[in-house]
């Protein structure tokens, strides 16, 4: 063979291993037994990360109670119901099950039948990843490799008995989180958008990756026969389901326009709410589900309370961001087999209160939880990286308030499923728990 041909044949291999580094995994492309099973990992040498992984929601995608009702009870019969979302059925699994969606187990076991679905975002999936097709990161499009050569953001000095390493920059990257946290719907609305929300925020510009919050680094041996490192990093993916990552994320003032005021006076009470920890927008994630929500109450020294409902903007949009007894969710009965379901209420909450959220719009025009059926998105009222919003609360002092301190505070609260949806399908309380991110108190003295 000559130079010529030589270098022929080596375009064409240059060419070939192109097109398949960037061709995304598809499904059934694999087989369950291509990947290790976590306990594989975590037995002898990757103890410390086996056990942050146990206790992150990575280890719970596919198990979690909210996702299974969710998959098995609405995106399952409504995708069989509906031509244009039938491709949830297997999507779902894409990221909430990637072994069992390459493995073509469509759809898988249910939880309680232990099968290897199981293992939800295990970690011979993320080490396996060599990157993803296209150019931005979202529905899963990871290019996958299983095999003896396990992707790293490090390669230590001593050598692994069970596997080959190779570096992988990309795992250093938040690059590589937008893969499983960036969405579209069948309708080619981004329905997840967190990894862009960072890209398009201020952390990004600075260089933080998504990693430095949810991957903190330690010192710790990342395998039992290897070496300390100073800046090991945890695998714990602290996020929405972590209380300890949730409380103080938002911080809050609150302040009167007068330090007196007499029965019968109008006192206008400014709330400051600033995003100083995340390097999205809060919430961030299944906004569908979510709710966050501002409270104020006032007291005055006789002990009486007064709900004080928040000043309108009169921006577009805005009856979406305050709570209301109004009915939404209608969608739901697509897969319930309900034509006419009614909804549940859509908020759960004191009418009155301001809501910090982006509404899902179904293509009837009607508010979902289901992003699957997401065709249209409202205002986006959530709070951005760094961003500060100011709320105003205006109260009309009654003429029989007491003389003394009237005491107003301010709380904001975190659901991560609104609780009248999670009642009307049964999903467990923990689901709908009122999580207090922060509150703030300031206080007026009403003349006799």
Request: with cysteine; charged share 25%; net charge negative.
């Amino acid at each position: 063979m000559n130079q010529r041909q030589i270098l022929f044949f080596s375009i064409i291999l240059t060419i070939l291993m192109t097109m398949t580094n960037f061709s995304q995994s598809k499904m059934g492309s694999f087989k369950y037994d291509d990947f290790k099973k976590p306990e594989y990992c975590g037995s002898s040498c990757h103890t410390d990360f086996y056990q942050q992984w146990k206790q992150a929601m990575m280890s719970q995608a596919y198990t979690h109670e909210w996702d299974e009702i969710e998959y098995f009870q609405l995106a399952i019969p409504h995708a069989e119901r509906d031509e244009k979302v039938a491709e949830v059925k297997a999507g779902c699994n894409g990221c909430h099950s990637p072994i069992a969606y390459l493995a073509g187990d469509i759809p898988p076991p249910l939880p309680k039948m232990n099968s290897r679905a199981n293992e939800s975002v295990s970690c011979d999936v993320c080490h396996s990843i060599t990157g993803f097709s296209g150019d931005t990161p979202y529905n899963f499009n990871y290019i996958m490799n299983p095999g003896k050569t396990k992707y790293s953001s490090r390669k230590g000095e001593i050598t692994s008995p069970a596997h080959d390493i190779e570096i992988n920059p990309i795992m250093k990257s938040g690059d590589f989180c937008g893969i499983c946290h960036n969405e579209k719907s069948p309708y080619d609305v981004w329905v997840k958008s967190t990894h862009l929300e960072w890209k398009d925020g201020p952390y990004y510009k600075e260089g933080v990756q998504c990693q430095d919050c949810h991957m903190p680094k330690a010192e710790f041996k990342t395998a039992s026969m290897g070496i300390k490192y100073p800046d090991a990093r945890l695998h714990l993916f602290h996020g929405a389901h972590d209380k300890g990552k949730l409380r103080g994320v938002i911080e809050l003032r609150i302040y009167p326009d007068l330090n007196e005021a007499e029965p019968g006076e109008t006192v206008k009470f400014t709330v400051a709410l600033f995003n100083q920890k995340t390097g999205h927008k809060f919430p961030s994630g299944s906004v569908e589900d979510r709710i966050v929500w501002l409270n104020l109450e006032a007291t005055d020294e006789k002990g009486n309370v007064y709900h004080l409902p928040v000043d309108k903007k009169n921006f577009s949009g805005e009856e979406y961001t305050i709570a209301s007894n109004v009915l939404a969710y209608q969608d739901m009965g697509i897969a319930l087999d309900k034509p006419d379901f009614e909804g549940v209420q859509r908020d759960g909450i004191p009418v009155g209160n301001r809501i910090f959220r982006m509404p899902y719009f179904d293509p009837k025009g009607r508010m979902t939880i289901q992003q699957w059926n997401t065709a249209s998105l409202g205002v986006d009222y959530r709070i951005g990286p760094r961003e500060t919003k100011t709320e105003t609360f205006t109260f009309h002092l009654p003429n029989n308030l007491p003389p003394g301190k009237l005491y107003v505070k301010a709380v904001l609260n975190y659901q991560l499923l609104v609780k009248p949806v999670a009642d009307f399908l049964k999903v467990p309380e923990s689901e709908s728990e009122i999580v207090k991110i922060n509150e703030q108190s300031t206080s007026i003295t009403i003349l006799p």
